[in-house]
């Protein structure tokens, strides 16, 4: 940093256009901790001029210089007998967004000598490392390079520390120049000090480099840190683990056996650089099943930990249930044989971590391979990502729709922080005037995004109580259709207009929502739903907005305009995952787009509302 700040101390170099330590004083005085020692070296009396007493900043300064630097350990016993009974260290090349004063109240409710606060970090390689037992214990800290990386939790030290002064006491280290994390917390472990880790997903990051130090702006600008902030409702993207982060074929019972999905880490990475936590929640019944430990799944995990952090990424929690409700394996564990509230798609662990770090669930998303991760986001209110990684949604076992198809991880995590919210916010002005429309036809090209739309839009109004059922097109699709034929032809009619009719007339009592899976060719039962005077009929696909005039009541049309290198992406993606060749696909689309996108372009000027989904 000096090279880009010659004359300024580390201490005053601005973040986002403020001092690093006005920024930390001044959440010190927000919770209303206003006796501040500073201990200074270099540029003391830079540092002296810039804050005086204090008081300007609503608190009470006093001063130490070291004549000798002696590392941040013997800075602190320096300065002890300066030191209230209980204080808080903070280091002034940190910044934070932290709750101090839930802080506080964990340390003085754990009767703790020492408490550190502790987080995943996006590069725990070499970082100090915390090992904790059931209870918060503190029993290890690792300094890099790290005895067993790969067995370690990515649980860090984050330099923020509250200390009863009788602790040091008694510290008998030989040295004068000392680590507070490599040298001091060892001794006092070693002597049996009661030391426990605080963990918390809110926002702390060393801005120590030119590297971080842009990290942190950016973080700023981007709304991480205050997305993170303990004051506000977070949002979080729950991922399924085996078949959406990592390769599986089967249940994985060995950190041996442990494999990252391409871009995984890279997807997770993007997370944590966004406002939304990463939270991992998992069925492992290979416990209930005897075919794994307890230890043995902390071990995968910990695997898990090191692989993600090797690319730059980390999970702000991972929660997993051990049960299974079905019985008859040799190993069994009888008491795990439960019907249990944890395993998905239940929301149980989707409502802890809720409660734990104060998620809206209705802003909140999961990505994953399985129905019964769709099934899931149902459940507790939210949206959802199937991937067409691992299982793919063709377990078949749940019946939900999913609000968005995407080829892997990345892809869904691609779409959810860079294009959600523009969907969100088209839907949440359609819905303000829709009124009381019964139907509501969305059309567009091929690959434009109508069903991500439709899907949307119907979880959407059901986050405001009102019922929506979805008509997809696709599911009339002839199964004996040529692909290059005319799109109308591709189609029966005869059953289209049965449906619509149906509707129109309200003679349907019930209504089962089937969809169509463009990778196994094949249609999707999404399951059945009630029918009621008030619901909303929302008929989705290329040809949607030709039929407009085969119902009766009152209608909303959108046209979907996508970008056309957008949706060769996709529909490249789509062929190709049916074993077509490229060049195969490429005339394919070729015809398409000669047969249907003028054709279909025609519609946009008679439409209620065009929906912008284009990328750039």
Known sequence: MSHIFPDTPKPLIPVSGTPILEHIINECAKFGLTEILLVLHFGEEKIREYFGN???????????????????????????????????????????DVNLSKFMDFHNQSDGSVSILVHPNSHPYDSDLVVLDTNNRVIEISAHPHRDPQSMSNLVNAAMYVFERDVLINVDIKQSKFDIAQHLFPELIEVGAHIVGYQTVEYIKDMGTPDRLLSVESDIENQVCSARSDNVE????????????????????????????????????????????????????????????????????????????????????LYFCPHHPDSGYKREIEHLKVVCDCRKPNSGL????????????????????????????????????????????????????PNLVALNIYAAVDFILNYSDRFKEFITNLTSQVGSK????????????????????????????????????????????EEDIRFLERYDMTKIKSVLRDFDISSVKTYCDFGFDHVANK???????????????????????????????????????????????????????RDMAVSEVNQLWCIREKNEDSVLQEFVEGVDFVFNNKEN
């Open 438 to 481: 019964k139907y509501i036809f969305i059309g567009g090209c091929a690959r434009s995004g109508k069903s991500t739309l439709a899907s949307l839009l119907k979880s959407m109004l059901a986050q405001q109580s009102r019922v929506a059922h979805i008509v997809e097109l696709d599911q009339f699709l002839l199964e004996d259709r």
């Open 54 to 96: 204090g008081e300007k900043f609503g608190v009470e300064i006093t001063y130490y210089t070291e004549k000798v630097p002696l590392g941040t350990g013997g800075a602190l016993l320096s300065v002890k007998g300066l030191m209230a009974p209980q204080f808080l260290v903070l280091y002034a090349d940190v910044y934070c």
């Open 350 to 401: 989707f409502q802890l971590a809720e409660k734990k770090f104060n998620i809206s669930l209705t802003d909140s998303w999961i990505i994953g391979d399985r129905t019964a991760d769709i099934a899931s986001a149902e459940n507790f209110g939210g949206f959802s990502a199937l991937v067409l990684s691992g299982d793919a949604g063709q377990d078949y076992k749940y019946q939900s729709r």
């Open 523 to 577: 249609t999707i039962n999404y399951g059945e739903s009630t029918v009621s005077q008030g619901d909303i009929v929302i008929v989705e696909g290329t040809i949607a907005l030709q039929l407009i005039d085969l119902v009766d009541a009152p209608s909303t049309s959108i046209f979907v305009d996508a970008d056309k290198e957008g949706r060769h992406k996709r529909f490249l993606q789509k062929y190709q995952m």
């Open 234 to 317: 977070r949002k979080a993207v729950f991922l399924d683990r085996d078949g959406t982060i990592n390769k599986t074929s089967g249940y994985i019972s060995s950190p041996d056996d442990l494999e990252l999905l391409d871009d995984a880490a890279t997807a997770v990475g993007l997370l944590n650089k966004s406002p939304y936590l990463a939270v991992c929640i998992t069925n492992q019944p290979v416990i209930s099943r005897g075919e794994c430990s307890f230890d043995g799944m902390r071990k995968i995990h910990s695997k898990l930990d090191f692989l993600l952090g090797k690319g730059g990424a980390y999970l702000d929690k």
